[in-house]
T-cell receptor, first 112, second 111 residues
């Protein structure tokens, strides 16, 4: 059973637009939800993370929205830039356990 | 401050062989986790080491084993390689309870 489901699989956005990636999780014991950005040939890089005690967290152009009752969370990238073109992964874990369950990834292409 | 480093970068092995991958955690980190990332997929948790002991394990067979040294560096060993073991192997480190940082990975190809 897949613990974290991610959509869409791929996304094309115009420069300056908003990119939205969604994730849903199964295990209500999860209490740490990071997003990672991965460029080809590189390891995933931590972008932003949220704990379930808040519904939203913003860092620069990146925002996580969290809906505990629906067991869903999403990443919003405002003013998307071509340099944001990468694969994005959501993940979930129990805090302090560091055993992450990853989504299947979203390949984002920002058109100039 | 060096981040997580892994070696080698690329590796080609034959079915049935054994392989050892190496990881040095970020300075100050004491916990090392290993993940397998198949092409086009998200990383899958293999196991985690803390204080030189395996603390957690994912759904991987016993052919996958590891070790952590007193300086917190770690090795991943895979015996009896199968074609399906071809993947990017990622090491991630953390100081217990904090954000996890990934290395660049080792690309393993089994022929």
């Amino acid at each position: 059973q897949q613990q974290v489901k991610q959509s869409p699989q791929s996304l094309i956005v115009q420069k300056g637009g908003i990119s939205i990636i969604n994730c849903a999780y199964e295990n209500t014991a999860f209490d740490y939800f990071p997003w990672y950005q991965q460029f080809p040939g590189k390891g995933p890089a931590l972008l932003i993370a949220i704990r379930p005690d808040v519904s939203e967290k913003k860092e620069g152009r990146f925002t996580i929205s969290f809906n505990k009752s629906a067991k869903q969370f999403s990443l919003h990238i405002m003013d998307s830039q071509p340099g944001d073109s990468a694969t994005y992964f959501c993940a979930a874990s129990r805090y302090n356990f560091n055993k992450f369950y990853f989504g299947s990834g979203t390949k984002l292409n920002v058109k100039p | 401050d060096a981040g997580v480093t892994q070696s080698p970068t690329h590796l080609i092995k034959t079915r049935g062989q054994q392989v050892t991958l190496r990881c040095s955690p970020k300075s100050g980190h004491d916990t090392v986790s290993w993940y397998q990332q198949a092409l086009g997929q998200g990383p899958q948790f293999i196991f985690q080491y803390y204080e030189e002991e395996e603390r957690q394990r994912g759904n991987f067979p016993d052919r996958f084993s590891g070790h952590q040294f007193p300086n917190y560096s770690s090795e991943l060993n895979v015996n009896a390689l199968l074609l399906g073991d071809s993947a990017l192997y990622l090491c991630a480190s953390t100081r217990t309870g904090n954000e996890q940082y990934f290395g660049p990975g080792t690309r393993l190809t089994v022929t």
